[in-house]
């Protein structure tokens, strides 16, 4: 069986890119409309620019495809590629476009995640692969982004909810207990860092927790309970090292994304 089945074609208002590739990994990547993600796993609020794009990859004869320029997914995706016989050739690190000789209309186009996310929702880019975080929290259920399978295997974690092990919180082991803890109040509101500042409100507000306010900030959020800024924290979990380190736990329905969760759209 082949292990990749490269096919691009052009149907008559934009170009219609697809490959498959089948081993133990799964990679099928298509895009139709407009926009593709391949997520490996599962921040911060962002103007998204969605403007109408099919003239614009109309009038591309390449195909984009953008992948994480650094943190934990870069050199775990080169690496997926390689296993199915698709070198990233690029120059030099501190350029950013490099070729799959393999795929000769295909532009590699290194990116840091969130803005591939962005990017294919304004044309820029036509495919990408980006944990599913990031995806869900820049995409904002954009219709036109096509989240397309699982099964990369790498980049696990969860966008999950955390409180302290202690104080008011010692006996409180579900969401459902938080929702009803009698301190939450309209003057006194739950406090929660994150960085996902529309997942996170959208995950509240889903389960029926309505007094609850966000902190941001771009990292460390496991110091802001014991620093007093916020009572509890919605971030990403992996080893769960850090959420120990700090004296916090997660809590039955606290996990608003996992790994692996397949999402598909045709
Ligand atoms: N322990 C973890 N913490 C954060 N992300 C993780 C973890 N394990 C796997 N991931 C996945 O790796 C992806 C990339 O993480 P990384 O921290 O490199 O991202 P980033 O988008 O460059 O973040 P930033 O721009 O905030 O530095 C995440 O979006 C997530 O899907
Ligand atoms: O469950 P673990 O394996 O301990 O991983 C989770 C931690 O890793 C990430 O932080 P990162 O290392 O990116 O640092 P940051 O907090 O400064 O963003 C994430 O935001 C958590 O803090």
Redo the contacts with the bound molecule.
């Keep these: 069986m082949s292990l990749l089945q490269p096919h691009f074609r052009q149907c008559p208002t934009a170009f219609t890119p697809a490959f498959s590739i089948s081993s133990n990994h799964s990679l099928y990547v298509s895009v139709s409309k407009c926009s593709f993600i391949s997520?490996?796993?599962?921040?911060s609020q962002t103007a998204v620019v969605d403007v109408p794009i099919d003239s614009k990859i109309a009038e591309r004869d390449e195909i984009r495809f953008g992948l994480?320029s650094?943190?934990?997914?870069?050199a775990d995706t080169l690496d997926l590629l390689k296993d199915f016989q698709l070198s990233v050739k690029q120059v030099n690190p501190r350029q950013y476009v490099a070729q799959i000789p393999q795929l000769s209309n295909v532009e590699v186009w290194f990116q840091?995640?969130?803005d591939i996310v962005r990017k294919l929702l304004s044309g820029d880019l036509d495919l990408g692969i980006?944990?599913?975080?990031?995806v869900t929290e820049y995409g904002q259920g954009n219709e036109d982004l096509i989240i397309v399978h699982d099964a990369l295997e790498y980049?696990?974690?969860r966008l999950s909810l955390a409180i302290p092990k202690y104080g008011i919180f010692e006996n409180i082991n579900s969401l459902q207990e938080l929702s009803r803890m009698p301190q939450w109040t309209i003057e006194k509101p739950l406090r929660v860092a994150t960085?996902f500042t529309y997942l996170g409100p959208k995950f509240m507000k889903e389960n029926g927790l309505r007094h609850v306010t966000f902190s941001t900030a771009?990292?460390t959020l496991e110091a802001a309970p014991a620093m007093g800024i916020a009572y509890a924290i919605l971030?990403?979990?992996?080893?769960g090292t850090?959420l120990k380190e700090n004296n916090l736990k997660e809590i039955e329905g606290g996990v608003v994304l996992e790994?692996q969760l397949q999402a598909e759209k045709h």
């Excluded at 980006?130 to 990031?134: E, S």
């Design positions: 997520c490996c796993s599962s921040q994480p650094k943190g934990r997914m870069a840091r995640p969130k980006v944990g599913l975080d990031t980049g696990d974690c960085g771009d990292g971030d990403l979990v992996s080893s850090t790994s």
